[in-house]
């Protein structure tokens, strides 16, 4: 077990740690999508009294859903993100035991205490849960895409280019919160880590799908006290949140993380070729083309991206503050994407 504070009561970890858990739960409701609940409803051993799938992550939905969902004991969340965030919220508004069991791995919802939903099409935190157990079983996890698993270390690599921001946000005086050496170096430790079992991650072996979970609950050790996530978000997710905004669609969050990845360690000249090695090595699509993008509409995000992060206001002090991104140095960073 991780030491220190995580949102997460208990855990189990293993291939087949979901098999019968349903006999453990009382009456239970899933909260699920199509896909996932097909392939868990035969390993729990016991049927829900009801099964909510995800409609919309929009309040107003969640509400509804929640208004019109029976009597019981547990929630049990079973599927990817939105199911699992759907599952916090409905046990946090009705106050029941909470246990999730993630089958995809490329969101760490399910280490989080708070429910990602929808307010207007803003993303909004709301809530406090915590999974008892956190059930990761490994059988159940891989029966989802490869690349969707894998696409679970793009929030540990981060940590690479965002405690960069936050050293350089100290250096200039505009750190937010206070700055913390030993948390920096609490992280890096949690990105050596997981670099040195690329090869576990890219097979999504049992090793290299715990390797992620437990990267997940390591950060949460250090920012759940802290009381932000200074550590493992900076600039490489502001690119994302530009091109949300931009392109009005969704994207796989670990490979559009990674592209900026790519894109800021190399404006930081922050160990940029090993970074892209990494991802390379093991597996992690960060290309343009796995993401839809065009060459154009990169382009002109990252020309406009200090003037929509000082706009934003509640972003914090990143190299895209210090470093001017001039049409130039676009030009050449572009040439090495594959689009
Ligand atoms: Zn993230």
Redesign the pocket.
């Known amino acids: 077990m991780i030491e220190g504070q995580t949102n997460v009561r208990s855990a189990r970890f293993g291939a087949g740690a979901a098999d019968g858990i349903g006999k453990e739960l009382g009456r239970f409701i899933v909260t699920t999508m199509d896909l996932p609940w097909r392939l868990a409803k035969p390993r729990l051993g016991a049927q829900p009294v009801a099964v909510l799938r995800v409609e919309s992550m929009e309040i107003e939905t969640l509400d509804r859903q929640v208004a019109a969902a029976p009597e019981c004991d547990t929630v049990l969340a079973i599927g990817g993100g939105q199911a699992i965030d759907l599952g916090k919220y409905l046990a946090w508004k009705r106050g029941l035991r909470l246990v999730t069991a993630p089958t995809i791995l490329s969101v ?1 919802a399910f280490v989080t205490p708070a429910a990602g939903l929808r307010r207007g099409h803003r993303v909004e935190y709301v809530g406090q849960t915590s999974p008892d157990p956190l059930v990761i079983d490994y059988d159940l996890i891989r029966t989802a895409p490869p690349e969707l698993n894998i696409a679970g270390v ?2 540990l690599l ?1 940590i690479h280019t965002a405690c960069f921001d936050w050293e350089l946000a100290n250096r200039a005086g505009k750190s937010e919160f206070p700055f913390r050496a030993e948390d920096v170096a609490k992280a890096r430790a949690i990105l050596a880590d997981t670099m040195a079992r690329a090869d576990a991650i890219r097979s999504c072996s049992d090793d290299g799908l715990g390797a992620i979970v437990e990267g997940y609950m390591r950060v949460n050790t250090i920012c759940l006290p802290a009381g932000h996530y200074r550590v ?2 900076g600039s490489e ?1 502001y690119l994302f949140y530009e091109l949300e905004e931009r392109l009005q669609r969704p994207f796989i ?1 670990g490979w559009i ?1 990674g592209l900026g990845v790519g894109l800021f360690s190399r404006l930081q000249e922050n160990h940029h070729a090993e970074a892209v090695a990494f991802m390379d090595a093991v597996g992690l699509r960060h290309q343009p083309a796995d993401l839809d993008i065009r060459r154009e509409d990169l382009a002109a995000s990252l020309l406009n991206l200090r003037r929509y992060v000082e706009a934003r206001r509640d972003l914090w002090y990143t190299v895209i503050n210090e470093r001017a991104l001039l049409p130039a140095w676009v030009e050449t960073a572009l040439a090495t994407l594959r689009f």
């Open positions: 760490d793009g929030d981060s493992e978000e997710h969050h993380v």
